[in-house]
């Protein structure tokens, strides 16, 4: 089972699970498919997105697996 931590890519997230966009979209971060998103970690986009991280990171990894 993919673990998804502070470091996984946003891109790495949706290869893993495309179902996680909503949670994306429910922070705030719109352009998934954007330059940004392809190399941005889940741990930066809370912190520009003023996102409690561990929150989000127990979200989606409760849809992975």
């Known amino acids: 089972m993919a673990q998804i931590t502070k470091d996984t890519l946003i891109s ?4 893993i699970n495309p179902d996680a966009a909503p949670i994306f979209f429910g922070m705030g971060m719109h352009c998934l498919g954007c330059a940004m998103a ?6 930066e986009a809370a912190d520009v997105h003023g996102v409690e991280l561990e929150g989000l990171l127990a979200q989606l990894n409760t849809m992975v697996g």
């Open 12 to 15: 790495e997230v949706l290869d």
């Open 38 to 43: 392809s190399g941005e970690t889940v741990g």
